[in-house]
């Protein structure tokens, strides 16, 4: 498998670079650093401007592959990698080709630079991404940096029992078995502040989110009875509840542990096999505080799941 990372200098590069190598590394995988520059127009301009700017994109791209590959050198070990710079009208258009071309299962980019640091920014060019990538978008936070020695140790799931999430814990399990790592199946909840009347007091508050956790736990069960049935179930299988006043505090009620990544499932209502986040999943993505694989929708992750199995 062929893990593509798309570089770039200024735009969370260098996190996107430390994530891929390890997932690279847990995997076994070669990886592939891309940056993206533009095309020159197609017909020639008589002030010959159109050789200047393909002289400048031509320079940029170079700048950026000897800085990417002199990276790589310093974290990748024995890893088999490379960098290349491609042309094209689009970053987001010319990513995708590059997946197709090289037959890529995963494609790993970095968050904005405007974000919080050690959390995920998602960009015009990653917001784009998700919405056309053929494969799992791998978010890295921003500042992202791999610490010696740290590999992959858990993956987590983030299940909440919607048309399509069987098919995402799938894949989740699959990765799991291929980095060798134990899997968490995580369900998020968040109370809103205005559901019930002061005079009601807290207790009310308390008996909804009882109620939940008990219909969220019956729903991880019945998704871990159906995943066994598959056979691939993770030997270290765990269930997880997460809840808040708001997203920051339900995804910080879990712990998380260095080299864990969370998996979540694309909105039901996307494009086939194409990633589109819903808004419960990008609130998701952006208070994770851990990387992110943003899963294509059913038919796509099924065919992922093939692939690892």
Known sequence: MTIVVGYAVDQGGRAALDLGVQLARAAGDSLLAVTVVPRPWPTPSMAKIDGEFADWASAQGAESVARAKAYLATIAGDLTTDAVSAAGKSVPGMLVTVLEEHGADLLVIGSADDGRHGRIAVGSTAGRLLHSSPVPVVLAPRGYRVKAGVAIRRVTCSYAATPGASAVLQLAAAVANRFGTALRIATFGVRGKTMYPPETGLHS????????????????????????????????????????SNWTDALEDLEWDDGEILVIGSSPIGPLARVFLGSRATKIVRHSPVPVVVVPSVEAAEEATEKLV
């Open 205 to 244: 508050e308390d008996v909804v989110l009882t109620e939940w956790r008990s219909q969220a736990t019956t729903a991880q069960r019945e998704a871990l009875a159906e995943l066994d049935a598959t056979s691939i179930t993770p030997k270290d299988t765990t269930l997880a509840f997460g809840a808040g």
